[in-house]
C-alpha cells in the first residue's frame, strides 16, 4: 500500500462507518469481454511493451482475483442500464462522491458525466481485488447494481466542484498549468512520455472513438476515461499508482501502467494541475 492508498484508506474507513450498505445483492459479475486484437496502431504498441498483456485469455473473469488473472476489455461490449434504478441505488455513495457525482473531498473522485463503460469496469475491478477503499463498497453489489450506478451517473452533469473552504486561495502556478498542458498534447518524448491526448482525447474527454462500435459490435475504447475536471488529488495518487505498478486487473490497467512508468513526480504534479483546472464537460 502507497502512503497516499492508506490515507484514503482511512478517510473511507471514516466515512463507512456512519453509513450503512443498503445494496445487498448476489451474484459476481460476469467480465463478458474476449480476446482480439485492439485496431488502434498506438495502442498496440503500448500493450506489445507490457509483457503482462500476453497473459491468458479472460472471457468470463472469476470474481475474485487470482494470480496472473484480468479482466480483457479490448473486446468489451457497450453496457447498459437502469438511470432511475442506479439513483435509487447511488445514496450511499454520495457520502464521499456528493449528492451529484461531485466529490466531496479532492481525494475521492468525480464521477458525475464519466463514461459509464469505465465506471461499470472499475466497479467490477474494485470487487475482484480487496485492496481499494472501494472494495468493500462494492461487494454487495450485483452486476445490474454496478449497471444501473454506472449509467446514473455517467449522465449527470460534470459541474465544477464547490469550492473547498479550507482550500488555500493560491491560483496554480502558470508555469505548472502550462507544463501540464504541453505534456498532456505533445508529450515529452526525452522522458519516452507519449501524448496523453492520443487515448484520452483532445478536450480530455475520453477516446475519441469511445462511442463507435466495430463491425463485432465491440467498442474496445469505451472504458478509456475522461479526465477534465477531475479532483487533482485523486488525479496524482492514481497516476502514482500506475507509475507504482498498483493496477493490474484489467489490459487498460496495463496500457494506462506503461504510461506511469514514464511520469516522474514534476510530470504527475503538472498534468494533474492541469487536467483539474478545465471546465468539466459533457
Ligand atoms: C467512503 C467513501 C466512498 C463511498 C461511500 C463510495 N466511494 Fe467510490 N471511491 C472512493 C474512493 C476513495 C475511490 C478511489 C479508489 C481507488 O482509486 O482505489 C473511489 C472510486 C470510485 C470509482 C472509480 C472512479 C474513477 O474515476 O476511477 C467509482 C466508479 C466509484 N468510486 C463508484 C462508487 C459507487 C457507485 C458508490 C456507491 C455504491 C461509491 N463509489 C461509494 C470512495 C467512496
Ligand atoms: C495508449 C493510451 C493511453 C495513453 C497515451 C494515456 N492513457 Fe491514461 N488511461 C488509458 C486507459 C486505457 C485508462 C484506463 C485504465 C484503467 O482501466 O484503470 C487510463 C486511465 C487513466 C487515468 C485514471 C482515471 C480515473 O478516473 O481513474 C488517468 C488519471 C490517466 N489515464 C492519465 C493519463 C495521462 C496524464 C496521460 C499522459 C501522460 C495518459 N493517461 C496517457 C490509456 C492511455
Known amino acids: 500500500m502507497t502512503g497516499a492508498r492508506q490515507l484514503l484508506a482511512v478517510l473511507a474507513a471514516c466515512t463507512v462507518s456512519v453509513f450503512a450498505i443498503a445494496l445487498a445483492q448476489e451474484a459476481p459479475a460476469p467480465a463478458d469481454a474476449e480476446a482480439a486484437q485492439v485496431q488502434d496502431a498506438q495502442v498496440q504498441e503500448q500493450v506489445a511493451e507490457t509483457e503482462t498483456a ?21 473486446r468489451a461490449r457497450p453496457i447498459t442500464g437502469n438511470v ?5 441505488k447511488a445514496e450511499v455513495c454520495a457520502a464521499c462522491h456528493g449528492p451529484q457525482g461531485i466529490s466531496i473531498a479532492p481525494a475521492f473522485p468525480n464521477l458525475a458525466g464519466q463514461h459509464a463503460d469505465f465506471l461499470y469496469w472499475q466497479l467490477v475491478e474494485f470487487k475482484r481485488s ?51 498542458e504541453q505534456l498532456y498534447l505533445t508529450g515529452d518524448p526525452a522522458k ?18 469511445a462511442r463507435r462500435a466495430d463491425s463485432s459490435g465491440h467498442t474496445p475504447y469505451a472504458a478509456w476515461p475522461a479526465l477534465r475536471g477531475q479532483q487533482a488529488m485523486y488525479l496524482q495518487t492514481k497516476l502514482g ?3 507504482d505498478g498498483a493496477m493490474d486487473d484489467s489490459t487498460t490497467d496495463f496500457i494506462m501502467t506503461g504510461i506511469g ?12 494541475a492541469w487536467l483539474s483546472s478545465l471546465p468539466p464537460a459533457h
Open 84 to 88: 432511475a434504478a442506479g439513483q435509487a
Open 261 to 272: 512508468h514514464r511520469l516522474d513526480d514534476d510530470s504527475i504534479q503538472a498534468l494533474a
Open 192 to 209: 519516452g512520455i507519449p501524448p496523453c491526448q492520443g487515448c484520452h482525447g483532445v478536450d480530455a474527454r475520453g477516446h475519441a472513438d
Open 54 to 74: 500476453t497473459g491468458p485469455e479472460a472471457e468470463d473473469a472469476p470474481a475474485a482475483k487470482a494470480d496472473n488473472d484480468y479482466v480483457d476489455l479490448r
Open 241 to 243: 499508482e500506475y507509475r
Open 130 to 180: 480487496p485492496d481499494s477503499p472501494m472494495s468493500p463498497l462494492v461487494a454487495d453489489l450485483s452486476d445490474e447494481d454496478m449497471r444501473d450506478l454506472a449509467v446514473y451517473y455517467a449522465g449527470l452533469a460534470p459541474t465544477p466542484a464547490p469550492a473547498d473552504p479550507d482550500a488555500e486561495a493560491e491560483p496554480a502556478d502558470p508555469a505548472l498549468l502550462q507544463r501540464g
